[in-house]
T-cell receptor
């Protein structure tokens, strides 16, 4: 069985500050992990993914995430927040034997203050 | 690359009518597509998995006779909400799994309002 927990349903940062969105997973087999971003009234856009290659993954818009097996974490970071980063962020997990089916976290709403 | 479209983007219908939503993978083939429903300020709820050429697999609690899914080709899946009622009003999102890969690519969503 797999599960995802996103710590913090809402995170607020100042423009230019570090963004840290937390994601912990549970998986009985090696996981594939994803971060998606959703802007209001839109679908989900893939930010980055981990599929058993490099543990530090770089994505679009300056985001990156590090897979830490010992901590069962896949936290999303960005060194300097922009106003345009304000959105809902979802962490998701799947595995080779899940037929591509994703398990989503509850989402974290990121607000960026000027 | 990896673009998924949905049509319509927004639909308003009367209670009791049926509504069809199309999901297309524009630049890749997708053996598997997924249909989700999303309520305001909530995560995505998987409704069903659609496999090309076979019957869809529905999640527990999702009425298959109400939410008809057809995946007739490697680039098109449709969701028909039959005899829609106000409680079916929601944001419906599809995704497509690139054949042979593990990544889902999402459509822009369809806002359904049933009056």
């Amino acid at each position: 069985a797999q599960s995802v927990t996103q710590l913090g349903s809402h995170v607020s940062v100042s423009e230019g500050a570090l963004v840290l969105l937390r994601c912990n997973y549970s998986s009985s087999v090696p996981p594939y992990l994803f971060w998606y971003v959703q802007y209001p009234n839109q679908g989900l856009q893939l930010l980055l993914k981990y599929t058993s290659a490099a543990t530090l993954v770089k994505g679009i818009n300056g985001f990156e995430a590090e897979f830490k097996k010992s901590e069962t974490s896949f936290h999303l970071t960005k060194p300097s927040a922009h106003m345009s980063d304000a959105a809902e962020y979802f962490c998701a997990v799947t595995a080779y034997n899940q037929g591509g089916k994703l398990i989503f976290g509850q989402g974290t709403e990121l607000s960026v203050k000027p | 690359g990896a673009v998924v479209s949905q049509h319509p983007s927004r639909v308003i219908c009367k209670s009791g009518t049926s509504v069809k939503i199309e999901c297309r993978s524009l630049d890749f083939q997708a053996t598997t597509m997924f249909w989700y429903r999303q309520f305001p300020k909530q995560s995505l709820m998987l409704m069903a998995t659609s496999n090309e050429g076979s019957k869809a697999t529905y999640e527990q609690g999702v009425e298959k006779d109400k939410f008809l899914i057809n995946h007739a080709s490697l680039t098109l899946s449709t969701l028909t909400v039959t005899s829609a009622h106000p409680e079916d009003s929601s944001f419906y999102i599809c995704s497509a799994l690139m054949t042979g890969q593990e990544t889902q690519y999402f459509g822009p969503g369809t806002r359904l309002l049933v009056l």
